[in-house]
């Protein structure tokens, strides 16, 4: 669709390098995959969603341009709603692990000092604080409140659920990337591996986080 791929947008890649909507489209897609394979919450992509959506605005806008009975019409109709169901799939998924592992990622996001380096946003900071609160109310009038005094110590950070980070996923390797070390193979040693361009693996996700961090590498 050419709304998507020849318009060049303000957002910016990693090396300052203007791009296309339809490149930040496959970043958000990618995102999104991610996001759905990943056993943990990734880094915030709001750039890109929020390049995405002022993109379908200015897409839709340009429809009303068209006759009512012109053919394209209905296909850019349908490319419109499916970059609609990527941004909301993909909102969707980062609020159920919010959610999920709200303390978790509330302790892990205040160790952090570099902004940059966040992955969640500040509107799903408050989201994911007032969910916590909610939890501890509830559980606070649902159970604490029927029990003997003695016994209504209450520690939020106990009820903590973690991500499984030991858990296997499939990947694709977008940068060469040398000698990343796989800690404790399964045979009670470490194990260092080459990752070539291009290449997919099985392997945990713990050793590889800081590459799909750093986009060497892609979940598929």
Known sequence: MSDTEE???????????PMTASEVLQKLEEAWITERMSPTLEQNQSELVDCMLDQIN???????????????????????????????SYLRVRLEKIERYAHYLLQKEAGITDESMANLTPQEVTYAKDYASNLESHFQTLVLQHVPEN??????????????????????????????????SGEGRDEEVDLEEGSQHLMRYKPISHLVQSGAVTLI
């Not at 318009?7 to 390098?17: A, H, K, T, Y």
């Not at 009975?69 to 909301?88: C, P, Q, T, V, W």
């Open 58 to 88: 200015q897409m839709a806008e340009n429809l009303k341009r068209l006759k009512k009975h012109d053919f394209r019409l209905a296909i850019h109709k349908m490319e419109i709603d499916r970059i609609r169901y990527i941004i909301s």
């Open 151 to 184: 016994l209504r110590g209450f520690d939020p950070t106990k009820m903590s659920v973690k991500p499984n980070l030991d858990s296997y996923i499939f990947l694709r390797v977008k940068e060469e990337t040398q000698g990343v070390l796989i800690d404790d």
């Open 7 to 17: 318009d060049v947008i303000e957002r910016s890649d990693d090396e300052g390098e």
